[in-house]
Structure formats: C-alpha cells, structure tokens
C-alpha cells in the first residue's frame, strides 16, 4: 500500500473513530458494533485484554484496548486499517508468528464486528 494512501486511510480511521459514530464505523468496517460487543465475550477476549468499564475485561496477557482508535500501529508494526485488523482478528499469526495472540477460528462477519467494536473504543 503506498504512503499517501496509509495515510489516508490514518486519517479517515481517526475521523470515524474520534465522531464517536458507530454508524461511521460500522460502514468503514463493515461490521457491527452491537455483534462485536457480543462476539467480544462469545470469543473470551476479556480473558487476555482489558476494556475500561467492562467487568468481564480484565486481562492483562494481551495489550489493553483503551484508547484503540487512537492507535496507529496493530502488533508487528502494521498499520491499523480495518483490512489489516480484519486479517490480524482471523488468523494472528499468518499476520505475526511470533504473536502470543491464538487463533481462534473467528469467522470474517465476526472479525468485522470485533473490528467495529474495538474501533469505538477512545
């Protein structure tokens, strides 16, 4: 991907995110911010990251997800786009190797939800 449009894509992820619009999120993502929510639990994420308010997230194995809109890079160094992070939540470790990250199996419609959900987070 060339530079001009990483960076585009930068900053329309932080546009979507930082309007704290699901409906904007959601179209970038292609996902659900509500299924992400339940997909989140369903797939026991809480296990290993924390979400501030979330009782069932308090793991501390995996990197804390507050603030995650405003993260630029994904583990590895990727570049936080919904594409990357849609391929990172499928199969982790195609993505980075050497991630602690398991695979899970989580199917493409869930991967865009956890990536709706994780990108409301700021």
């Known amino acids: 991907?060339?530079?001009?449009?990483?960076?585009?894509?930068?900053?329309?992820?932080a546009s979507a995110c930082s309007?704290?619009?699901e409906r904007a999120v959601e179209e970038l993502t292609g996902g659900s911010v509500a299924r992400g929510k339940q997909a989140f639990r369903d797939y026991?994420?809480?296990?290993?990251?924390?979400?501030?308010?979330?009782?069932m997230a308090q793991g501390n194995v995996g990197p804390s997800f507050h603030d995650f809109a405003k993260q630029s890079y994904l583990?590895?160094?990727?570049?936080?786009s919904p594409t990357?992070?849609?391929r990172w939540i499928r199969h982790p470790r195609?993505?980075?190797?050497?991630?602690?990250?398991?695979?899970?199996?989580?199917s493409e419609r869930d991967a865009r939800d956890l990536a709706a959900?994780?990108?409301?987070?700021?």
Do not use: F, K, W
């Open 84 to 86: 990357t992070l849609v």
């Open 117 to 122: 959900y994780l990108y409301t987070m700021h």
């Open 94 to 106: 195609e993505v980075e190797p050497r991630t602690a990250m398991p695979d899970l199996a989580v």
């Open 44 to 55: 026991g994420c809480g296990t290993c990251h924390e979400v501030h308010g979330e009782h």
């Open 19 to 21: 309007q704290g619009s």
């Open 1 to 13: 991907m060339s530079t001009p449009r990483v960076v585009g894509m930068l900053l329309l992820v």
């Open 75 to 80: 583990p590895g160094g990727l570049i936080n």
